[in-house]
């Protein structure tokens, strides 16, 4: 399944600055959002699949790899490089992995339908290395 990158939406500007979409669903119900950082030359963040949780990674800062492949064959990776302004959707059920691409830091938001306190994320998380 290809990785679609999403752009935003610009929904207002004015002298004030600008009103940018970012996510806007209909359904799931947001359960956290979360500012993660990675620095240059750092591991990979990921490497895991959910068994429920939705979230979207939407880049603030840097240039980052964002791949995926699924558990039933996880040597097929698909990868996109993403920029600031990108999101793309992370569904359950799909191995993810993200990395610095560049030497810049990297600033991106995960919006995610799960909670994410540590005995409700471990309990949705699998382990599979795919970069």
Do not use: C
Request: net charge negative; aromatic share 6%.
């Amino acid at each position: 399944m290809p990785i679609e990158i999403q752009k935003t939406e610009l929904i207002s500007s004015d002298d004030r600055g600008e009103i940018v979409g970012i996510v806007r669903l209909n359904t799931p119900e947001i359960r956290s959002v979360l500012k993660i950082s990675m620095k240059p030359d750092s591991p990979p963040r990921g490497n895991h699949w959910h068994k429920k949780d939705t979230h979207w990674v939407y880049v603030a800062k840097g240039r980052m790899k964002y791949s995926e492949a699924d558990p039933e064959n996880p040597n097929k990776v698909e990868s996109v490089i993403m920029e600031p302004g990108d999101l793309v959707e992370s569904k359950p059920g799909r191995i993810h992995a993200m990395q610095v691409e560049g030497g810049e830091e990297v600033i991106f938001w995960a919006i995610t339908t799960e909670p994410r306190d540590q005995k409700n994320y471990e309990e949705d998380t699998v382990r599979v290395n795919i970069v």
